[in-house]
T-cell receptor, first 110, second 113 residues
Framework: QKEVEQNSGPLSVPEGAIASLNCTYS??????FFWYRQYSGKSPELIMS????GDKEDGRFTAQLNKASQYVSLLIRDSQPSDSATYLC??????????FGKGTTLSVSS | KAGVTQTPRYLIKTRGQQVTLSCSPI?????VSWYQQTPGQGLQFLFE???????NKGNFPGRFSGRQFSNSRSEMNVSTLELGDSALYLC????????????FGSGTQLSVL
């Protein structure tokens, strides 16, 4: 059974701080990794994708992938109250379904 | 470009009934995936259709079924509804190539009484 594990949180950080969200996956042959953000009452929206070991930066967001440790993380710099949401980690290998973790709830206080 | 469209937005049914949900993908997208989301279990994969063929299937009972039409629109059907089927059902589309990003619709909130 392929699994993606995340701490459910809530993770609380003050405005302007760095939020660090973590995810582990069980399928060693997973190739693609995604972070989705889901606001309360809304559908998930893609914010980052990463396919190779290392870091990938996009604005205030940095995704980090370590395939040897089967670990993916998302860093949010200069966190804003508008970043308060549930963050979903997902992974798959070519041609297979995208499997999601249960999500980490982030709360950014002003 | 229009996003993924799901109808209806809300549904209320009683146990034993059946329900059909509809999804229109982003224009040009050939793959449609369906997920069930509940507070306790998170997003769980139901099935994926590509070019009218089921390409992947999750671990749900046979009461859950789907299909895809030649215009890539998809429907999912749940027969003999149970209370535990109450959930948000999300449809997502993609071009259908490997390791692609999914784009989600707003979902159908199903309540089974």
């Amino acid at each position: 059974q392929k699994e993606v594990e995340q701490n459910s949180g809530p993770l609380s950080v003050p405005e302007g701080a760095i939020a660090s969200l973590n995810c582990t996956y069980s399928d060693r042959v997973s190739q693609s990794f995604f972070w989705y953000r889901q606001y309360s009452g809304k559908s998930p929206e893609l914010i980052m994708s990463i396919y190779s070991n290392g870091d990938k930066e996009d604005g205030r967001f940095t995704a980090q992938l370590n395939k040897a440790s089967q670990y993916v993380s998302l860093l949010i710099r200069d966190s804003q109250p508008s970043d308060s949401a549930t963050y979903l980690c997902a992974s798959n290998q070519a041609g297979t379904a995208l499997i999601f973790g249960k999500g980490t709830t982030l709360s950014v206080s002003s | 470009k229009a996003g993924v469209t799901q109808t209806p937005r809300y549904l209320i049914k009683t146990r034993g009934q059946q329900v059909t949900l509809s999804c229109s993908p982003i224009s040009g997208h050939r793959s449609v995936s369906w997920y069930q989301q509940t507070p306790g279990q998170g997003l769980q994969f139901l099935f994926e259709y590509f070019s009218e063929t089921q390409r992947n299937k999750g671990n749900f009972p046979g009461r859950f079924s789907g299909r895809q039409f030649s215009n890539s629109r998809s429907e999912m059907n749940v027969s003999t509804l149970e209370l535990g089927d109450s959930a948000l059902y999300l449809c997502a589309s993609s071009l259908g190539q490997s390791n692609e990003k999914l784009f989600f619709g707003s979902g159908t909130q199903l309540s089974v009484l």
